[in-house]
């Protein structure tokens, strides 16, 4: 680092630790732990209903407020994925696959404390590199054309398909109907409707958050309704020393965290890919290298740390694009894209030269928003895990008028309240099944990431199917997915060898 940027950054830090703007990044990130908590309610809801009351401030001071409120919705979204099986954001879908098992078991507290500081630690870290490397980094981001998101995409619904679960073909099947699902609405290059039957509702899109809500939460009252508590473990201990053991246990998962964060920043830098893609291939590749794979969605710590570590870094990664590209790397950042342009601030490759300190408050702001976060969160904690032993003639209602609030602000539609009571339906019916969840949503997530990419690749290339293997990077891509629809099979028969020959010795 030269000492013009590490002078730069030295302004930047007195710009940012002023007591104006440390009040308004606490005031943010509680807003958005606690915003983001509500399920239904998105980050990007969250940033964009904070911004109009932002345009009085000073550039600075608006920045950092957004960016704080935009690491607390982050967060936020782990609680209810924690306590309720409900993800209060989508980039905390795959948070559910762990946490509630580990509710369900007693360790509601380890679990709150293993999300809350894999969080803190991936959106810390990650802010920390992102300020070093923004310019090369953006650079990197810009190789990402239609052409190798599209095979990124494919890629990430097949390494989720096939690590999700014993049964390739159900992953495989999951996947392939989440992704009609999505392409239901309006074709992006004609605008022609189609598969909508006549449903105002699914003129412009399959409405994500009904879906979400239904497939996850609803599905799971038809299993609470017969419970006499989320948690039927009466001995579950709120006390901050078993909040403490899961950040102890992050402490001792250094891999694990280091590979989620890097995963996470990777994957944030490419415009359009975001949180949801970033968790569920995070999440993947913690199964697909662990010992024991088998034990991932049954309550596997290191799956809440993947999930979580690398949604937060890509709170970081996705600046990248947003302030060196000018193109936002998920939905959250497209509002900041907003506010930036509303206060004068033009995002680009010109950026580090003509707003270079503008760019490394909003950079330092993430991190001292961590800090912030990891204090109130572990504060509020102890408290959030009696949830678990409420009884559940109390949740269940609770949650039923949690879900319809949050499926119907939206858009303000009852479609969107029926959607979510057929997704739950169907989510049953799949979990009864012994089909996942996860391929079927990351289909619905990627569906329209993968399509456009696609349509806009075609256009390019007058048709040309060879075009999608015309640069290194989407061929070292297509070679990952083939690798991950086999690993799995040879892993399972190379295991089956080693266990035969080892009863053979014995």
Do not use: C
């Not at 732990?33 to 911004?51: D, E, H, K, Q, R």
Request: zero cysteines; hydrophobic letters at 55%; glycine letters at 10%.
């Amino acid at each position: 680092m030269t000492p013009l940027q590490l002078d730069l950054i030295s302004q930047a830090f007195g710009v940012l630790l002023t007591p104006e703007n440390l009040v308004f990044i606490a005031v943010g990130v509680t807003f958005g732990m606690l915003a983001g908590s509500i399920p239904g309610f998105t980050g990007t809801n969250t940033v964009a209903i904070a911004l109009p009351f932002t345009l009085p401030m000073t550039a600075e001071i608006a920045l950092v407020t957004l960016s704080a409120i935009y690491v607390g919705a982050n967060y936020g979204g782990a609680i209810p994925a924690v306590l309720i099986n409900t993800p209060g954001t989508a980039g905390a879908t795959a948070t559910v696959l762990d946490a509630y098992p580990m509710s369900q078991q007693g360790d509601a507290s380890k679990a709150l404390g293993i999300s809350i500081f894999a969080s803190v630690v991936g959106g810390f870290v990650s802010a920390i590199i992102i300020l070093f490397l923004l310019q090369p980094i953006g650079e990197i981001a810009f190789l990402f054309t239609n052409r190798e998101i599209f095979v990124l995409g494919i890629f990430g619904l097949t390494a989720v398909a096939v690590a999700i679960g014993d049964n390739i073909r159900k992953g495989l099947v999951g996947g392939f109907i989440g992704l009609l699902i999505a392409v239901m609405p309006v074709d992006p290059t004609t605008g022609q409707r189609r598969l909508d039957f006549g449903f105002f509702g699914l003129y412009d899109e399959v409405p994500f958050v009904p879906v979400v809500v239904g497939l996850f939460a609803i599905s799971e009252l038809f299993y609470l309704i017969n419970k006499a508590a989320i948690s039927e473990d009466n001995s579950i201990n709120t006390s901050y020393r078993d909040i403490f053991e899961g950040v102890r246990y992050v402490i001792s998962r250094p891999v694990a965290l280091i590979r989620a964060m890097g995963i996470g920043l990777i994957i944030g830098s490419m415009p359009g890919a975001g949180t949801s893609v970033a968790n569920f291939v995070s999440w993947g590749a913690a199964k697909s290298m662990s010992d024991k794979p088998e034990s991932f969605g049954e309550g596997n710590p290191d799956g809440v740390i993947a999930s979580e570590s690398s949604n937060s870094a890509v709170t970081a990664g996705s600046l990248v694009p947003t302030l060196a590209l000018g193109i936002p790397g998920s939905g959250t950042t497209a509002v900041m894209l907003a506010a930036l342009l509303l206060h004068g601030l033009r995002p680009g490759p010109q950026l580090m030269q003509n707003f270079a300190l503008e760019a490394n408050v909003i950079i330092l702001s993430l991190l001292v928003a961590n800090v912030f976060l990891l204090i109130s969160a572990l504060a509020i904690s102890k408290y959030l895990v009696r949830v678990v032993t409420m009884p559940a003639n109390l949740i269940v209602p609770a949650i039923l008028a949690l879900t319809v609030i949050g499926a119907f602000a939206m858009r303000s539609s009852m479609f969107d309240v029926w959607m979510m009571f057929i997704f739950g339906i169907i989510g049953f019916v799949m979990r009864e099944n012994d089909y996942s969840l996860i391929p079927l949503i990351l289909g619905i997530i990627l569906g329209p990431i993968i399509e456009g990419s696609f349509l806009r690749s075609m256009l390019v290339s007058s048709n040309d199917p060879f075009y999608f293997f015309g640069s290194t990077i989407a061929i070292v891509l297509w070679v990952l997915t083939v690798l991950a629809l086999f690993i799995q099979p040879l892993s399972n028969l190379i295991r089956g060898v080693i266990a035969n020959r080892t009863d053979f010795m014995n």
